[in-house]
């Protein structure tokens, strides 16, 4: 049985924390799920990563399900969340309601919105219909684009006021937990402090109650971007560029396919052929 809403909210009254990973794609996803991470991201930095947009405005529901679904075809151990793309939730609620069930028609166990105080009364419709939302607040890269481009949120007491309603809103609406993308460190550890839901932080500090990182950003994969917060665990794409000028090497050169890599006829049937066709 995978993990549940509540076993991810009981981890934050436990004080333990929560590790999040994107997944976009059936053979990643496994790999994240074998290696125990609590929750699987649909994100809907796929558009990025996986479909080499600028951002995230152009990704669609059908994307979004296409991904999940290879997602949830993974999926063993972790919850499985998934983003409601730009203009699938904010023109109406009963537009929101509807999207967040293709979401979870299509795999996910939970939605993802983007927005503050201001999404409440939305939040709060798809958790009626009993889909638990995860908020996500501070930099909103479906809108942040729009109008302020990437800043730190969160630095003056103003903002960082604002930042504070906010999650106590999306709290209120009934949101299980909320990301808070790179909020003032400080900020993040007095909002992970006051609501009782966890906080997922992503270029937020240490004081939030869970981590999530961009699994092409972890594995070293995307060049486009490189935030000073995604630690790369690793540099995959100097690897995978290597192996595949290996192979494209071996087969100029004839070194690939090997006896090892390819099948032969039962004895003497060859042979027999090539009587008969006379080759
Ligand atoms: O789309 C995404 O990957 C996200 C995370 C970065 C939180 O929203």
Redesign the pocket.
């Known amino acids: 049985m995978h993990k549940s809403v509540q076993d991810i909210t009981e981890m934050k009254a436990e004080s333990k924390k929560i590790s999040?990973v994107?997944s976009y794609d059936y053979t990643l996803a496994s790999l994240c799920d074998k290696s125990g991470i609590d929750v699987l991201?649909v994100?809907?930095?796929?558009g990025m990563v996986m479909l080499g947009y600028e951002n995230?405005i152009p990704v669609t529901m059908e994307q979004m399900c296409m991904f999940t679904e290879a997602a949830s075809n993974a999926r063993k151990n972790a919850l499985l969340v998934a983003?409601m793309p730009f203009m699938s939730y904010q023109a109406g609620v009963e537009e929101a309601i509807r999207n967040s069930g293709r979401l979870i028609k299509a795999g996910a166990d939970a939605v993802?919105l983007?927005g503050g105080a201001t999404l409440a009364r939305t939040i709060r419709a798809i958790v009626d219909v009993g889909i638990p939302v995860m908020g996500?607040i501070g930099l909103q890269?479906q809108t942040t684009m729009l109008h302020q481009g990437y800043k730190v949120q969160g630095k003056t007491h103003d903002t960082a006021a604002t930042l504070i309603q906010d999650a106590t809103a999306l709290e209120d609406a009934g949101a299980f937990s909320i990301?808070l993308?790179m909020v003032s460190h400080e900020v993040a550890g007095i909002i992970s402090d006051k609501v009782r839901i966890p906080t997922?932080g992503?270029g937020s500090g240490p004081h939030c109650d869970g981590q999530?990182?961009?699994i092409q950003d972890l594995l070293g994969m995307y060049e486009k971007i490189k935030p000073k917060f995604a630690k790369r665990y690793m540099n995959l794409s100097e690897d995978i560029v290597n192996a595949i000028s290996q192979y494209n090497n071996d087969v100029r050169s004839g070194a690939f396919p090997s006896e090892e890599n390819y099948f032969s006829m039962n004895p003497g049937e060859a042979e027999k052929l090539r009587d008969e066709i006379g080759s």
Do not use: F, Q, Y
């Open positions: 999040v994107t991201l994100g809907d930095s796929a995230t983003d993802k983007e996500h890269p990301v993308e997922i992503i999530v990182l961009v």
